[in-house]
């Protein structure tokens, strides 16, 4: 019984410490709690948090780690946070730039809807997108950034603007120039908007539509004299 109480006490004291944003004492009694395997949900459980603190100190390789060791331990499976574990390692993973394992763990966490959080679920489409992007995948890019659009996510109006982007790298300046407008009209207060008038102008230019672009530049000039 004192074992098991000890094994309370050190988990609870280490969520503390770990909302005090204090990771390296809430590593060590995680530690304590995980080593002491009275109950083998805390123990999980514990192997989780110690994961979110040493990922909190951007240590993403040691959170790798970490996850693996939650992720992989048979008390887990049961647990509240087995699927977001799959989410946190799909974005150890990107900050690392490894884009193809990132993909794999955040669609890893895509699979069961149930058991994820809408904006986790639709930060994951456009964090795929993403890495589709970068690795040069645009047919996924566009295909992961048109599902993040359809379910709403926040970051709707980039999504947009990346598939724009991604029409004009493909040479489809009409569609690069219909996607910037889409943008502009939805999202009239967006960050991406004059960036995405910007674009615009230079599609224009690439048709060599020139009185059409230097009038766009000059509304990117009056609207936004900073960007």
């Known amino acids: 019984k004192a ?26 009694l995680f530690t304590k709690a995980i080593v002491n395997d009275s109950d083998p949900t805390i123990r999980a459980e514990a192997m ?3 994961a979110e603190s040493i990922y909190n100190q951007n240590k993403f390789e040691a959170a790798i780690k970490q996850y693996r060791i939650f992720i992989f331990n048979p008390g887990s499976i049961n647990t509240p946070m087995y699927n977001t574990a799959k989410y946190n390692m799909g974005y150890c993973n990107f900050k690392l730039e490894n884009y193809q394992e990132a993909n794999t763990w955040f669609r ?12 986790k679920y639709n930060d994951a489409l456009i ?7 970068v690795l040069k995948d ?11 659009v359809a379910a709403n996510a926040k970051a709707s109006d980039y999504c947009l603007f990346q598939n724009g982007i991604i029409m004009g790298i493909r040479g ?15 999202y009239p207060k ?12 230079i599609a224009l230019m690439a048709q060599e539509d020139y009185k ?10 009056r609207d936004a004299p900073q960007s």
Not at 109 to 119: A, C
Not at 127 to 133: C, K, L, M, S, V
Not at 138 to 144: E, P, R, T, V, W
């Open 48 to 50: 989780y948090w110690k």
């Open 172 to 186: 489809n300046m009409a569609g690069k120039i219909s996607t910037m407008n889409q943008l502009a009209s939805k």
């Open 138 to 148: 645009y047919d996924n890019a566009l295909s992961y950034y048109n599902d993040a």
């Open 190 to 201: 967006s960050g991406y908007t004059d960036d995405a008038l910007y674009e615009k102008g």
């Open 212 to 221: 059409g672009a230097e009038e766009v530049f000059r509304k990117v000039m």
């Open 3 to 28: 074992k098991a109480a000890y094994q309370k006490v050190a988990y609870f004291r280490g969520i503390e410490y770990f909302n005090d944003r204090d990771y390296e004492m809430a590593i060590g």
């Open 108 to 119: 890893k966490y895509l699979k069961n809807k149930p058991e994820t959080d809408t904006d």
């Open 127 to 133: 964090r795929i997108g993403d890495g589709f992007f």
